[in-house]
């Protein structure tokens, strides 16, 4: 079945994507930004996870996506206001989730509930169309995409294509 995280997940590469990254990049920070919201959303704390310069005062408690352990790996870049941790492989940033790698593997997964490459090529173009009716500014913006791009659609994404894919 699909669910609200494989809407997310699409929805989230087709805007880095739209945004300049490259195919790589674009599935892990869609990765990222996927478990993030979904971490944020069940308030799951086996992730440390914190926005800097949150206006929340009351975050999850000392939450923090980064891997503060003790290795040399030392890479961050901030994205439109979260600074993420990344390791370079192939001259490409696949960005890190605590430990975890956000990787093509992790990407590959979501691609599976869609059962075919041909469902998954079909959701997909009818979200790139869906993504191209937003301004960049919209899209530069976590808050922003989330409330006018991803929260009025999710459900009847995850609605549809569950018809059409496991119904049909």
Request: hydrophobic content about 35%; some cysteine; aromatic content about 14%.
């Given at each position: 079945?699909?669910?609200?995280?494989?809407?997310?997940?699409?929805?989230?590469?087709?805007?880095?994507?739209?945004?300049?990254?490259?195919?790589?990049?674009?599935?892990?920070?869609?990765?990222?930004?996927?478990?993030?919201?979904?971490?944020?959303?069940?308030?799951?704390?086996?992730?440390?996870?914190?926005?800097?310069?949150?206006?929340?005062?009351?975050?999850?408690?000392?939450?923090?996506?980064?891997?503060?352990?003790?290795?040399?790996?030392?890479?961050?870049?901030?994205?439109?206001?979260?600074?993420?941790?990344?390791?370079k492989e192939n001259n490409e940033r696949i960005f890190?989730?605590?430990?975890?790698?956000?990787?093509?593997?992790?990407?590959?997964?979501?691609?599976?509930?869609?059962?075919?490459?041909?469902?998954?090529?079909?959701?997909?173009?009818?979200?790139?169309?869906?993504?191209?009716?937003?301004?960049?500014?919209?899209?530069?913006?976590?808050?922003?995409?989330?409330?006018?791009?991803?929260?009025?659609?999710?459900?009847?994404?995850?609605?549809?294509?569950?018809?059409?894919?496991?119904?049909?």
């Amino acid at each position: 079945m699909i669910g609200r995280f494989q809407v997310m997940t699409i929805m989230q590469y087709k805007r880095f994507k739209k945004l300049g990254f490259s195919d790589i990049e674009s599935k892990s920070l869609a990765i990222f930004f996927s478990t993030f919201y979904a971490c944020l959303k069940n308030r799951h704390l086996a992730y440390n996870v914190k926005i800097k310069n949150s206006r929340k005062k009351k975050s999850n408690k000392n939450l923090e996506i980064f891997n503060n352990s003790n290795n040399n790996n030392d890479n961050r870049i901030n994205i439109f206001g979260i600074e993420l941790q990344y390791e370079k492989e192939n001259n490409e940033r696949i960005f890190l989730f605590g430990k975890e790698r956000m990787d093509d593997r992790k990407f590959n997964n979501v691609l599976l509930r869609f059962k075919t490459n041909e469902n998954f090529q079909k959701c997909l173009k009818e979200i790139r169309e869906y993504i191209d009716k937003f301004p960049i500014e919209i899209l530069q913006n976590h808050n922003k995409f989330f409330n006018k791009v991803y929260k009025p659609v999710r459900d009847i994404f995850v609605e549809k294509w569950n018809r059409e894919i496991w119904n049909g």
